[in-house]
């Protein structure tokens, strides 16, 4: 959410209507880009028709402009993602073993320039960093399966964010506190004490479980004791705090106009705009059928105004129309978990990586290319 504002001038040429409703900031069989209907009726795909029509030019056009960074958390593997519906990079390399273990990746965030990535695995306990596309460990925080608070260790980490200088935030959920750490693994900055889980941010935090980084060097904090999101300053002050009107808010996301994004990790669940106020402006979330969500843990607003979705429990990621509130893409088989290419487990992080960025960086460029091709 936070670097998506790069590939605005790309996205306004290919998709501009969807932008104003929110306004401010291996192929699948199973999973075609087809709407899936806010309800539970019956879906039904109508025979394209290929009369008169070159093979080159019979693909639908591409559903965003760039590529999904995917933590498939149930198969410990990060995947890049095309429209089309294929893997185009993993981490680890099939048939390689990473530099240390890889398990339980809750979340895979870009980096600044987007040559590294950040993943948390929840719960070995540790924090990883990336380069991109390589796939060299670069930085570790935190010890193997081994919970602690002591310096050097973490306590089911959530939500990590390369910040500038090198410096990785983390929220260190069942401690309580939100760490940002050097390079040399000095935690530089605390919000929250381990051993007392309760709001009175940035004193103390009631479970976070989102640390978002802002554009002005503040932060959004989710706690999921409470349903609070808290906005901290760069100085670390409270500037303001409110109640999500749901029962577990997950990660939320500053849209640029000054609302929020948040997911609702619950069954069903639910994705919401709402003010700093508590007012919900947009919802989406069916109760059963097809388009229901069962345990959400991101959404993302992405460049051309769809809200992609970590879908975890159904094990999918979706594009969700905000006008229509209907499924329009989707990579995994509904309720199917799975390692086959097509298929996703748990699928609990994601980031976005503009088209425009990706074919201004050549190492990226080669990775992509193949998007490119008939």
């Not at 390689?96 to 980096?111: E, L, N, W």
């Not at 948390?120 to 390589?134: G, K, R, Y």
């Not at 410096?167 to 069942?174: L, M, P, Y």
Request: hydrophobic share 40%; glycine share 10%; aromatic share 6%.
């Amino acid at each position: 959410m936070r670097r998506l504002v790069i590939a605005v001038a790309v996205v306004a040429l290919a998709c501009g209507g969807v932008a104003a409703v929110l306004s401010g900031r291996g192929d699948d069989p199973s999973a075609s880009t087809r709407s899936v209907p806010a309800s539970s009726a019956p879906m039904t795909t109508a025979p394209a028709s290929t009369a008169a029509v070159p093979p080159a030019r019979r693909r639908a056009p591409a559903p965003f402009p760039g590529f999904l960074l995917v933590a498939d958390r149930g198969n410990d593997r990060a995947l890049l993602l095309d429209g089309r519906k294929r893997i185009l990079w993993r981490y680890p390399r099939p048939g390689r073993s990473p530099a240390m273990p890889f398990r339980y990746d809750d979340d895979t965030f870009f980096g600044p320039g987007y040559g590294t990535i950040v993943s948390n695995q929840e719960d070995q306990e540790t924090v990883q960093v990336l380069s991109f596309p390589a796939g060299r460990l670069l930085w570790h925080y935190g010890h193997v399966d081994a919970a602690a608070s002591a310096r050097g260790y973490l306590n089911n980490p959530d939500d990590a964010y390369l910040l500038g200088r090198g410096r990785v935030s983390v929220a260190d959920t069942r401690n309580c506190r939100v760490l940002v750490l050097s390079r040399s693994g000095r935690i530089v900055r605390q919000y929250g004490r381990p051993g007392v889980c309760a709001h009175d941010p940035p004193h103390l935090l009631a479970s976070p479980n989102g640390d978002t980084p802002l554009p002005d060097g503040g932060m959004l904090i989710s706690e999921i004791g409470g349903s609070w999101i808290d906005d901290i300053s760069a100085a670390g002050r409270l500037r303001w705090a409110v109640q999500a009107p749901i029962a577990y808010p997950s990660d939320a996301q500053m849209l640029p106009n000054g609302r929020i994004l948040v997911a609702d990790y619950s069954r069903p669940g639910h994705v919401i705009v709402m003010t700093r106020r508590g007012t919900v402006v947009w919802s989406y979330g069916p109760s059963s059928g097809p388009g229901m969500l069962d345990h959400p843990s991101l959404a993302l607003r992405l460049p051309n105004g769809l809200i992609a979705v970590n879908d975890d429990y159904r094990a999918r990621v979706v594009l969700i129309d905000p006008r229509t509130r209907r499924i329009v893409w989707q990579y995994g088989h509904t309720d199917r978990p799975g390692r086959r290419h097509g298929y996703l487990s748990l699928p609990d992080g994601m980031d976005f990586l503009p088209a425009a960025v990706a074919a201004s960086h050549p190492a990226i460029e080669r990775v992509v290319r193949r998007s490119l091709l008939p």
